[in-house]
């Protein structure tokens, strides 16, 4: 495919091209991965490592790079598994090596053993969690190497979800060692911030002094790309989220589907049941839910860290009650009772089927802007009008909308149909023919 950089895109690419160190805060989708790994091209890097969370160290970079025509010769290796997948992809010769967050730590103490010098050029922290606390042992560890490496990038959905900026200063002190927010956080809270909630010596929480968030943001100017939304740019951003999905469940699906424990009679009902294999579980004939795999649930706990609110759409009952016992401050859309506190930003992750929350709701656009389709709608009007409930009139902010598509599953042809707005119905038929044969 080919590419042409979005303007924000561009902007990111552009300081980071010019600068060795940037923390970089682009929305879940803004083309934060197509970006950095142009960069990395450009700049022809030597060896650049990639510390992800454990599904985007999996599924994202590598896909990403043989998404687009210019990146086609760029050679990423997984250094995941166990030990000993771990070692051979770091045997591999590759450009961009894509490593977990809980590996970096025993990678950074096997190359401390080996007396070898740090043998990374680049280092690209993809989303700050973990990073954002000094006393983790993932930024120790990166600290520990931080003098050897040459460009550090840390790229982040939100830098700060509370907007107190009190997780601003780890990241900042990482890049340029204490230069413009000072060497320690005692400093840096004496400097901006006035103790709030306490109990006698004991402060619980901080605030920002008059004043003080407008000089922290121009001081870190030059190393922090944020860029919230761009008029140039659409106004909604649609993200496609891979998810692991073992095949072979399909193949179990049609040796079970009349006589086994999952009853699929004719290809509309085995249509819905490979969507509810997709979303990680399914009904048998007597309604008990057979779980399959947890690789949603993970790809959601992911967009909420994040710390923004999220506006989830469901296909299945069941579907809500493994995210409710996963994600206990889950909250189901229920009507006017619950739509108060989601404008208030009280709730953190609401959970709609998309036919209650589609068409005649209004609202919901007030209270959050990130969208996450949990499983896909079999109808384009129905996909349509529940975006719609965010993506309207009234809405402040650019609004993403996160797509967790199961991959090697139906998923994958219905997600295709929503984008082309092709013909659903044959789009399902095919599908079962293919699981057929």
Same mark, same amino acid.
């Given at each position: 495919?080919?590419?042409?950089?979005?303007?924000?895109?561009?902007?990111?690419?552009?300081?980071?091209?010019?600068?060795?160190?940037?923390?970089?805060?682009?929305?879940?989708?803004?083309?934060?991965?197509?970006?950095?790994?142009?960069?990395?091209?450009?700049?022809?890097?030597a060896k650049t490592l990639v510390v992800a969370p454990k599904r985007v160290a999996?599924?994202?970079?590598?896909?990403? =790079?043989? @998404?687009?025509?210019?990146? !086609?010769?760029? /050679?990423?290796?997984?250094?995941? %598994? +166990?030990? &000993?997948?771990?070692?051979?992809?770091?045997?591999?010769?590759?450009?961009?090596?894509?490593?977990?967050?809980?590996?970096?730590?025993?990678?950074?103490?096997?190359?401390?053993?080996?007396?070898?010098?740090?043998?990374?050029?680049?280092?690209?922290?993809?989303?700050?969690?973990?990073?954002?606390?000094?006393?983790?042992?993932?930024?120790? =560890?990166? @600290?520990?190497?931080?003098? !050897?490496?040459? /460009?550090?990038?840390?790229?982040? %959905? +939100?830098? &700060?979800?509370?907007?107190?900026?009190?997780?601003?200063?780890?990241?900042?002190?990482?890049?340029?060692?204490?230069?413009?927010?000072?060497?320690?956080?005692?400093?840096?809270?004496?400097?901006?911030?006035?103790?709030?909630?306490?109990?006698?010596?004991?402060?619980?929480?901080?605030?920002?002094?008059?004043?003080?968030?407008?000089?922290?943001?121009?001081?870190?100017?030059?190393?922090?790309?944020?860029?919230?939304?761009?008029?140039?740019?659409?106004?909604?951003?649609?993200?496609?989220?891979?998810?692991?999905?073992?095949?072979?469940?399909?193949?179990?699906?049609?040796?079970?589907?009349?006589?086994?424990?999952?009853?699929?009679?004719?290809?509309?009902?085995?249509?819905?049941?490979?969507?509810?294999?997709?979303?990680?579980?399914?009904?048998?004939?007597?309604?008990?839910?057979?779980?399959?795999?947890?690789?949603?649930?993970?790809?959601?706990?992911?967009?909420?860290?994040?710390?923004?609110?999220?506006?989830?759409?469901?296909?299945?009952?069941?579907?809500?009650?493994?995210?409710k016992e996963r994600f206990p401050q889950a909250v189901k859309f229920t009507g006017?009772?619950?739509?108060?506190?989601?404008?208030?930003?009280?709730?953190?992750?609401?959970?709609?089927?998309?036919?209650?929350?589609?068409?005649?709701?209004?609202?919901?656009?007030?209270?959050?802007?990130?969208?996450?389709?949990?499983?896909?709608?079999?109808?384009?009007?129905?996909?349509?009008?529940?975006?719609?409930?965010?993506?309207?009139?009234?809405?402040?902010?650019?609004?993403?909308?996160?797509?967790?598509?199961?991959?090697?599953?139906?998923?994958?042809?219905?997600?295709?149909?929503?984008?082309?707005?092709?013909?659903?119905?044959?789009?399902?038929?095919?599908?079962?023919?293919?699981?057929?044969?």
């Amino acid at each position: 495919m080919l590419y042409s950089s979005r303007p924000a895109q561009a902007i990111t690419q552009e300081r980071m091209m010019e600068n060795p160190y940037q923390l970089i805060a682009l929305r879940m989708g803004g083309g934060k991965t197509a970006a950095t790994l142009t960069v990395v091209k450009e700049l022809m890097l030597a060896k650049t490592l990639v510390v992800a969370p454990k599904r985007v160290a999996e599924m994202v970079w590598h896909r990403e =790079a043989a @998404k687009w025509d210019h990146l !086609a010769k760029l /050679r990423v290796a997984k250094v995941l %598994g +166990t030990k &000993d997948q771990r070692m051979r992809g770091l045997m591999q010769d590759a450009d961009v090596y894509v490593i977990n967050r809980e590996n970096f730590v025993w990678l950074v103490k096997l190359v401390a053993e080996s007396k070898q010098p740090w043998p990374f050029e680049c280092v690209v922290i993809d989303e700050n969690i973990g990073f954002k606390d000094r006393g983790s042992k993932s930024w120790q =560890a990166l @600290k520990s190497v931080r003098k !050897a490496v040459e /460009r550090l990038y840390i790229l982040t %959905g +939100t830098p &700060d979800p509370n907007g107190d900026l009190l997780d601003l200063w780890p990241q900042i002190s990482m890049l340029d060692g204490g230069k413009r927010l000072g060497t320690g956080i005692t400093k840096y809270k004496d400097r901006w911030y006035l103790p709030d909630k306490r109990n006698g010596t004991t402060i619980y929480s901080w605030k920002l002094k008059p004043g003080a968030r407008a000089e922290i943001q121009g001081l870190v100017r030059d190393v922090m790309v944020s860029i919230d939304s761009d008029t140039q740019l659409p106004p909604r951003i649609d993200n496609v989220v891979p998810v692991p999905f073992n095949r072979k469940r399909y193949d179990e699906m049609e040796a079970t589907q009349i006589s086994g424990p999952v009853v699929a009679v004719n290809p509309a009902v085995l249509a819905g049941k490979l969507a509810q294999m997709a979303n990680g579980a399914v009904y048998d004939d007597q309604r008990v839910v057979h779980p399959i795999h947890e690789g949603k649930l993970d790809a959601l706990a992911e967009i909420l860290e994040q710390g923004e609110p999220v506006l989830c759409f469901i296909s299945y009952v069941h579907d809500w009650d493994r995210i409710k016992e996963r994600f206990p401050q889950a909250v189901k859309f229920t009507g006017d009772d619950v739509l108060d506190d989601w404008q208030a930003g009280n709730i953190k992750l609401m959970v709609m089927h998309p036919g209650s929350g589609g068409h005649g709701v209004d609202g919901l656009q007030v209270g959050g802007n990130v969208g996450v389709w949990y499983g896909l709608p079999f109808s384009l009007d129905l996909y349509e009008q529940a975006n719609a409930r965010i993506h309207r009139p009234g809405q402040e902010n650019q609004v993403v909308i996160h797509h967790l598509v199961a991959i090697n599953t139906i998923d994958e042809r219905i997600m295709q149909v929503l984008e082309t707005k092709g013909d659903m119905q044959q789009a399902l038929i095919d599908a079962v023919k293919e699981v057929r044969g």
